[in-house]
């Protein structure tokens, strides 16, 4: 990480930016402060679409399969949209804004699917518990946390390299 816009004015620095040493501590924290944070933004898009597409399937009686295979279409598309409304909202156009969300979002986004439904396939009855268990819901809650906590360092990665949720803060105001 060579150096964030923040708003404000930070010591010295140019107004709205500041440097922090890649390799500082309190460098370090900023680095896992700016995952964390691009985690929790990934983990609310594929939340929304996880749980629905959970909900529907189970509703409709679907097998595992279809039910796992609308939940992870349904996160990659409200995961991207989340970062795509702001982006459009900088000016730049569709077409580069779903680019930019793609190349930002898609290994995170995969990497905590990946995780989520392999640990709601090895609950043993998770995935026919009903919508009205708690088996089911808390399940659904343990999986989505440990995909969390599996995706930071992912997407801390993709960040100190200026990838991932790097390649959006650009566009936000």
């Not at 594929?46 to 399969?65: F, K, R």
Request: hydrophobic share 50%.
């Amino acid at each position: 990480m060579e150096m964030h816009e923040h708003h404000g004015e930070h010591g010295g620095a140019t107004p709205g930016q500041h440097t922090v040493a890649p390799g500082s501590p309190e460098g370090r924290r900023e680095l896992t402060r700016l995952a964390v944070s691009a985690t929790l933004h990934c983990l609310t898009g594929c939340a929304i679409g996880e749980v629905l597409g959970m909900v529907i399937g189970t509703a409709l009686g679907w097998s595992d399969a279809a039910t796992i295979a609308l939940a992870v279409a349904l996160a990659f598309v409200f995961g991207y949209s989340l970062t795509i409304a702001p982006v459009l909202r900088s000016g730049l156009p569709l077409r580069a804004a779903l680019r930019v969300a793609f190349v930002a979002d898609t290994l995170s986004i995969t990497v905590m699917e990946i995780v989520d439904n392999a640990i709601m396939l090895l609950i043993p009855g998770a995935m026919e518990a009903g919508l009205t268990s708690l088996l089911f819901w808390g399940s659904l809650a343990v999986a989505l946390a440990i995909a969390f906590v599996v995706t930071v360092p992912v997407n801390r990665l993709l960040i100190s390299r200026g990838k991932g949720h790097a390649v959006v803060h650009q566009y936000h105001h």
